[in-house]
C-alpha cells in the first residue's frame, strides 16, 4: 500500500506575508463583485432595450 506524505500548512512566514496574503484576496473577492455588478447592470439595461 503506497504511503502519502501528509502535508501541513505552518502558517505564513512573516506578518507581512499574511498581510500581502489577505489584500490579494481581497482584491481578488472586489475585482469578482465588481465585475458580476457591472454584468448584471448591463444584462438589465440590455432587457430593457431589447423588451420594450
Known sequence: MAE???PTFNG???L???T???MRVWH???NA???AVIF???LLI???VFLL
Open 28 to 30: 481578488g473577492f472586489t
Open 46 to 48: 440590455g432587457m430593457a
Open 16 to 18: 507581512e506575508a499574511l
Open 12 to 14: 505564513p512566514e512573516s
Open 20 to 22: 500581502e496574503d489577505r
Open 40 to 42: 448584471v447592470v448591463l
Open 33 to 35: 463583485t465588481t465585475g
Open 4 to 6: 502519502h506524505a501528509n
